[in-house]
C-alpha cells in the first residue's frame, strides 16, 4: 500500500485510517479534496480501497466544479504497465489524499505510516467505534511505529448527534498519547447529497452547508500548521546548507 517517493514529489500526503469500516473515512478524504482543490492547491486522490468511493466521486465531478486527479491504486496495474507508472500523479500535485480501506493493520499501515506527512482518524459516536478506534491507536503506535516516523495525527469525531459524546474513555487515552479530537463533524444528510454529487460540502449552495463547513476549520488549521512547519524547516535547513561553510580539508 505504499506510495513512491516520487510520486507528487512535492507534495504533502494525508492519509485517511482506521481499521473500524464505516467511520467517515472516504467522506473526509472527499471533502478535504474538494476544499484544497477549490482553493486552488492542486490535488490528488489516491484510493486504496477496492470499493472506490473516492475515485468513483472525483470521476463523478460535476464540470462546473475544478476536477480532481485520482489513483484508483487498489486495482493491479493494467498489462504492459508497472505499479510505479500506475501510480504516478500529476506533477504539480501539492496535497495528496490517501483514503485506506477498514481493516487496515500490519505491514500495510506500516506502508501507509511511512509514506505521509499526517493521519486523520476519523471516529464514529457509538461505544463500539470508540473501542475499535483506541484498538487502532495501540496498533497505529505498536505495529505502525507512528511515532519513530513522526507522523502527525489526529482524530475526528464523526457523525455527531446532539445526544452524542466521544466516549470520555476515549478521550483519556487519546490525551495521553497526545493525539488531538481536532473537529467535531455533524451527522448531516448534507455530507450524502455532496457525495452524491461529486462535491464538497463547501461547494453546496445551502446556508446550512456552509454552516457546517466551521467544524472544518480547525482540522484544515491543524493539517496546514503542520505543513508550514515542515515547510518552513525544509526552507531553513535550505538556507543553513546554503550558507553553511564547505568544510576544510586537512
Ligand atoms: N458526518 C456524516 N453525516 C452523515 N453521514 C455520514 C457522515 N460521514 C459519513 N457519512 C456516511 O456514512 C457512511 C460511511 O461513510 P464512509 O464511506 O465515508 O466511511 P468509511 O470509513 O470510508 O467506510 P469504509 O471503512 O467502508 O471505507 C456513508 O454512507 C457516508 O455517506
Ligand atoms: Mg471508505
Known amino acids: 500500500m505504499a506510495l513512491p517517493a516520487h510520486a507528487g514529489r512535492k507534495a504533502k500526503r494525508i ?22 482543490q477549490s482553493c486552488r492547491i492542486p490535488t490528488t486522490v489516491y484510493d ?42 500529476p506533477e504539480n500535485t501539492r496535497r495528496i489524499i490517501l483514503d485506506t480501506p477498514a481493516g487496515l493493520c500490519g505491514s500495510s499501515l506500516q506502508e501507509i505510516v511511512r509514506c505521509v506527512d499526517s493521519l486523520i482518524i476519523p471516529v464514529g459516536p457509538s461505544p463500539l467505534d470508540s473501542r475499535a478506534t483506541a484498538r487502532f ?65 463547501h461547494e453546496l449552495p445551502l446556508p446550512d452547508a456552509q454552516i457546517e463547513m466551521r467544524r472544518w476549520r480547525p482540522l484544515l488549521r491543524w493539517l496546514e500548521a503542520g505543513l508550514a512547519r515542515e515547510t518552513a524547516r525544509c526552507a531553513w535547513s535550505e538556507r543553513s546548507a546554503a550558507t553553511a561553510r564547505p568544510a576544510r580539508h586537512a
Open 137 to 201: 491507536v495501540q496498533e497505529l503506535m505498536l505495529v505502525g511505529k507512528a511515532r519513530e516516523q513522526r507522523v502527525r495525527i489526529a482524530v475526528v469525531a464523526n457523525r455527531h448527534r446532539p445526544d452524542s459524546s466521544v466516549c470520555p474513555a476515549l478521550v483519556r487515552f487519546l490525551s495521553a498519547l497526545r493525539i488531538p479530537i481536532v473537529t467535531v463533524l455533524n451527522d448531516s444528510n448534507l455530507y450524502l447529497q455532496a457525495a452524491e454529487r461529486g462535491v464538497g460540502l
Open 15 to 36: 492519509a485517511l485510517v482506521n481499521s473500524k469500516g464505516g467511520t467517515g473515512k472516504s467522506t473526509i478524504a472527499m471533502n478535504l479534496a474538494a476544499y484544497y
Open 48 to 89: 486504496f480501497d477496492p470499493q472506490e468511493s473516492l475515485a468513483t466521486w472525483a470521476g463523478e465531478r460535476p464540470s462546473c466544479s475544478t476536477p480532481i486527479a485520482a489513483v484508483t491504486a487498489a486495482r493491479k496495474p493494467d498489462a504492459g504497465t508497472t505499479r510505479t507508472w500506475q501510480l504516478r500523479a
